[in-house]
């Protein structure tokens, strides 16, 4: 028997979906002025850059348009990792600004069975870096890269960490610090989520650079925080072709206006340095944002995107993430794709894989394993 509220941070954490209070959501195809978004041509000059400067300024913060110089090194490589199978490559990327300096690692296994440049995942890794070991020494269904070689799908990763610390004292002591300074200064500039995604273009630029990579297919995969992250920077960074958000929660694939599980206010409490100054003002006032989640999936269109839900993770609102993507479906339906969810929740164990918008809410806890990446592929087969 599910216990139907808790407490946390001194507030009252609601699971009761009977009790979650009615809400209005700004409206995904009409612009700021009041014009309806009829077409893609709107949608793209000025409802899309409208949302996206409304995502900097309150939520995520600005991302830096420039920096002065980046740079890829391949510091170890094995042609025949993995019995064979694939090529390892651990890449350096370095980034300059203003005389500054930033590296980060990035390890990249390519399928060697194959005629053309491989189609790519990229994780952004928020867990422990041993997930991603490139000796293989050590396997972690959370980025399990013999299964992706095996499927035809070349698998690459960077950890968070590297570029911004995941910690509230010391997000800072990465690349904010040494590149963007000046960002800690301001309101609306961009905190641990925004240095992560920018770190996931920086990746995507070395993939541009890389031939046996197919460019035009980069998936971008993120877990929880992870999963926030690889949608803001999909919606950001058009160049990313798919994206797959496991469990991403609150500011991530879940509707901030509903009053379940993890809320505005609580995020702020624990982890305000993902966001910018400006997302604070929510915390108690979450009606006056001028986005909601659903916005940010209608970012992402028509580009194909997953987002997935656990049954052990109320946390995360699954029911509320389920809701984004219905929320969103305008947006698709503007560019003529294909979306087919069902009218209401979909049972457990039952992934939505033929759809523009994908989804599943499997059974167990909060995580990223073997089940969704089986389904990532599903998805990836089909929309790519
Ligand atoms: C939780 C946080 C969630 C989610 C998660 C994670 O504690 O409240 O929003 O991001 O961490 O990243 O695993």
Redo the contacts with the bound molecule.
């Keep these: 028997h599910a216990q139907k509220t808790d407490k946390f941070m001194g507030e009252i954490v609601n699971y009761d979906e009977s009790t979650v209070p009615a809400y209005t959501l700004p409206e995904i195809l009409l612009t700021t002025k009041g014009e309806r978004v009829k077409n893609t041509s709107i949608w793209e000059k000025k409802r899309r850059p409208e949302l996206l400067a409304l995502f900097e300024e309150h939520v995520y913060g600005k991302t830096p348009g420039s920096f002065d110089s980046l740079k890829f090194i391949v510091t170890n490589e094995k042609a025949d990792a993995m019995q064979g199978k694939a090529h390892l490559k651990e890449i350096k990327i370095t980034a300059w600004n203003k005389g500054n300096l930033v590296s980060f690692p990035v390890v990249l296994f390519i399928p060697n069975n194959r005629k053309k440049p491989a189609p790519v995942f990229l994780l952004i890794n928020?867990r422990s870096n041993r997930n991603t070991d490139p000796t293989r020494a050590e396997k972690s269904t959370f980025w399990p890269a013999e299964l992706m070689i095996d499927s035809g799908y070349a698998i690459a990763a960077f950890h968070h960490g590297d570029v911004a610390p995941d910690r509230k004292d010391s997000y800072q002591n990465g690349v904010l610090a040494h590149l963007f300074p000046a960002e800690l200064e301001k309101d609306n500039g961009m905190k641990a989520i925004g240095v992560w995604a920018w770190a996931a273009s920086r990746v995507m630029d070395y993939f541009k650079t890389d031939k046996e990579i197919d460019f035009n297919k980069v998936a971008l995969v993120g877990?929880?925080?992870?999963?926030?992250t690889a949608l803001w920077a999909a919606a950001q960074d058009q160049r990313f072709a798919m994206v797959f958000s496991s469990?991403?929660?609150?500011?991530?694939a879940s509707l901030a206006r509903r009053k379940y599980g993890?809320t505005i206010s609580?995020?702020n409490k624990?982890?305000g340095y993902w966001f910018n100054n400006n997302y604070k003002k929510y915390s108690n006032d979450v009606n006056s944002l001028p986005v909601d989640q659903h916005m940010l999936i209608g970012l992402i269109a028509p580009r194909p995107v997953y987002t997935t839900n656990a049954t052990e993770d109320r946390?995360?609102d699954p029911y509320g993430s389920f809701l984004s993507l219905e929320n969103a479906k305008p947006v698709y339906d503007l560019y003529g794709k294909k979306v087919a969810l069902p009218k209401d929740m979909p049972a457990v164990n039952s992934p939505i894989i033929n759809s523009a918008m994908g989804y599943h809410f499997r059974e167990g806890k909060?995580d990223l394993n073997v089940y969704d990446w089986t389904n990532f592929i599903h998805f990836a087969k089909l929309h790519f």
């Design positions: 928020n877990h929880s925080r992870g999963g926030k469990c991403s929660g609150s500011t991530g993890e609580l995020i624990q982890f946390w995360a909060h």
